[in-house]
């Protein structure tokens, strides 16, 4: 399978913990983005990535959130001292990278916060 | 600022007929659309795009989008509705006044093919 892939594919937890979500983009796939899905809403922009370099971080990404793509390759997105509200599904797309390309999503993962 | 208006959660249709889901957006520059369909606990499948030229957009699927600019829309059409087609679609919409690449995404219609 050559799409997008993300694991884990749950995750649950307590409250104050802290989670790690991997994103695995599309080989050569340039840019990498993370949104989040919460119930009944469409997704919602976290964060871009063009190789390495993050170039776009939205204003809900809190000081709780930290996103990395440090070979430029997979991504890594980390939630400190979870809260309840930050359950949700959590999705990773890339493209690659020239001019206004389509994004291809992976399955994300969805967070409970117990 | 950049927006994507879904104005129906939920859309019935028979089997055989054809369907329509509306989107309408708001944005300062271009608009560059997108159709994606979400099947349960699977990610967003990518079905069409808008970019510049034909505003009749063919996609995966059988479905077709035709882009209207004095009307804001991009609406997502199939002549003849499948059952498989039961899904729920996004609509999303960069800006190209806008040099970012993040997409705004409606909050979705949920469609029900009915047999």
């Known amino acids: 399978d050559t799409g997008v892939s993300q694991d884990p594919r749950h995750k649950i937890t307590k409250r104050g913990q802290n989670v790690t979500f991997r994103c695995d983009p599309i080989?050569?796939?340039?840019?990498l983005y993370w949104y989040r899905q919460t119930l009944g809403q469409g997704p919602e922009f976290l964060t871009y990535f063009q190789n390495e370099a993050q170039l776009e971080k939205s204003r809900l990404l809190s000081d709780r959130f930290s996103a990395e793509r440090p070979k430029g390759s997979f991504s890594t997105l980390e939630i400190q001292r979870t809260e309840q509200g930050d359950s949700a599904m959590y999705l990773c797309?890339?493209?690659?990278?020239?001019?206004?390309?389509?994004?291809?999503f992976g399955p994300g993962t969805r967070l409970t916060v117990l | 600022a950049q927006s994507v208006a879904q104005p129906e959660d939920q859309v019935n249709v028979a089997e055989g007929n054809p369907l329509t889901v509306k989107c309408t957006y708001s944005?300062?520059?271009?608009?560059?659309l997108f159709w994606y369909v979400q099947y349960p606990n699977r990610g967003l499948q990518f079905l069409l795009k808008y970019i510049t030229g034909d505003n009749l957009v063919k996609g995966s699927y059988g479905f077709e989008a035709e882009f209207n600019k004095s009307q804001t829309s991009f609406h997502l059409k199939k002549p003849s509705a499948l059952v498989s087609d039961s899904a729920l679609y996004f609509c999303a919409v960069r800006d190209g006044g806008n040099t970012g690449n993040q997409f705004y995404f409606g909050t979705g219609t949920s469609l029900t093919v009915i047999p």
């Open positions: 944005v300062s520059g271009n608009p560059y």
């Open positions: 797309a890339s493209s690659l990278g020239l001019g206004v390309d389509t994004q291809y």
């Open positions: 080989s050569e796939h340039n840019r």
